[in-house]
C-alpha cells in the first residue's frame, strides 16, 4: 500500500474534510501514516482565517520540501499537495512560493482528488472551482474500519460556506455560498458512522444554524428538525453543532436544547466583541443586548448550558472604552471555555480597508488582559462541577494503565480510573477534582446519582 501523511491545520470543518480526503484515498490504495517521512503522498489542508495561520503553513511547506527532496535522493518520490482555504485563496501563487508543491485543490475541488493526483503525475495542478456540484454527493463512504479507528465522537458537515459576511473574515471567500446538505444524505453518514460505533456526533458549518437542507418530499428543514431526526438514529446518544450567528438560533433550535435528551448542553455562539460601535463596524448584525438577551432566553430552555465564544480584540477603530465593554460582556455571561484572537487583517475583507488599525502592542494587551478573564470563567465553571454526577462519554484510553478519558455533557475533559468499562461507554461519574486541563472522577455508585446531576 501507498503511505499518505495529512495535516490539518485550522477549524474543525478541516479536520473533517481531511477524513473524507482520507477516505478517498484509501480507495486508491492509500494508508494514513503519522508523518510525512516515508509518505508517497503529503497533504496540508490549510486554513486561511489569520495571517499567523497563512504564514504557518509556508514554513511547513519549506519542511515538506527538504522531505521530498531526501526521499527523492533515496529513489522515493513524494507528491505535495496543498489543500484547504489556503488553496482556494492563494490559488497558483502557492507554486510560485513554494515549487515543490504538485497539486493545490481548494475545498470544494478535493473530491476530484483522484483525477487531479493523475494529472499531477505529468505537471503542476490547480483546481480551485467553488461548486457548481455537490461534492458530497461524489465522496465515498469511509469503511467501517477507518470509522472504528477515528473513534466514538465524529463531525458531520451538513453546512458549508457562509453569507454573512463579517467584515473581518475570508469564509465568505474562500468557501463559497452558504450550502446546505440534504437531510437524507446527512442521516445516511450518521446511520453508516453509528452502525460503526460512533456514539457522538457534532453537526458542523461555517454557519451551521443556519442550515436549511432539502428534506423529504421538498420540504426545507432546519438545524433543529434535522437533530431531532438524527437523535432518532439507535447509537448515537449525543449531538452537538457548531459554529452558530447569533442571528440564525430559532425559537425551534432553542427548544430542541429543551425537550431533546440528545442534545448536549454545550453551545458555542461566537459574539466577536462587547461594544455595539465594532458589533456594527463588524457588519455582525446584532448587538451586545440582543446577544445577552439571546443568552437568556438559551438559559431558560437549558439553565446548565456551557456555553462559549469567539473574541476579536483589536479590529481597526476599537478603542479602550470598547474593549471595556467585552470585558463586562465577558463577566456577565460566565462563558465555561472561550477563544479569543488579535485581529489581523486579511486582504479583500471589507475590515482591510479601515483606517485606525490597531497597534500591535495595544492588541497584545488586551488579548492577555481578556485571556485572563476568560481562563478566570473557564475555571469557576469547571470548579462548579466537583462533587457533582455526570454522564461521561468513554473515548480513548488515560494517560496511565487502567484510566479512561472521555467527556461530560459540556465538553470537558474527564478521566476516571476503570478496570471494567470500555470505550463507547457513556457511565455516571462523580467529579472529584478539577485540575488545568482535565476534570478527575471516579465512577459513581450504580444508579445512584446525587440529584443535581446537571446531565441530560
Ligand atoms: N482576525 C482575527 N480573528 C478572526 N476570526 C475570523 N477572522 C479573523 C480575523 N481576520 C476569528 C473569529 C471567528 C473565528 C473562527 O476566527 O473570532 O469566529
Ligand atoms: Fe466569518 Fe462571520 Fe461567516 Fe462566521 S458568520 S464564517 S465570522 S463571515
Redo the contacts with the bound molecule.
Sequence with gaps: MKKVHIKSFG?QMNVYDGQRMADILSHQGYEETATPEGADLILLNTCH??DRAVQKVYSELGKLRDIKNAQLAGGQETKIVVAGCVAQAEGAEIQHRQPAVDLVVGPQAYHRLPELLAEAARKRVVDTDLPIEDKFGFLPAPKPQIIRARGVSAFVTVQEGCDKF?A????PYTRGAEFSRPAAQVLAEVERLAEAGVRDVTLIGQNVNAYHGEGPGGAVWGLARLMRRVAEVPGIARIRYT?SHPRDMDDDLIAAHRDLPQAMPFLHL?V?AGSDRILAAMNRKHTSDEYRRLIERIREARPDIALSS???VGFPGETDADFEDTIRLVDEIGFASS?S??????PG?P?AELDAQIPRAVMDERLYRLQERIEHHRQAFNAAIVGRTVDVLLERAGRHPGQLAGKSPYLQAVQIESETNQIGDIVQVTIERAGSNSLFGRLAEAGRTDGKDMAA
Excluded: E, G, M
Design positions: 477549524c482565517i489569520r463579517c473581518f473574515c475570508v469564509v459554529t461566537p466577536q469567539d473574541f476579536i477563544y484572537f488579535k485581529y489581523s487583517s486579511r475583507t475590515a
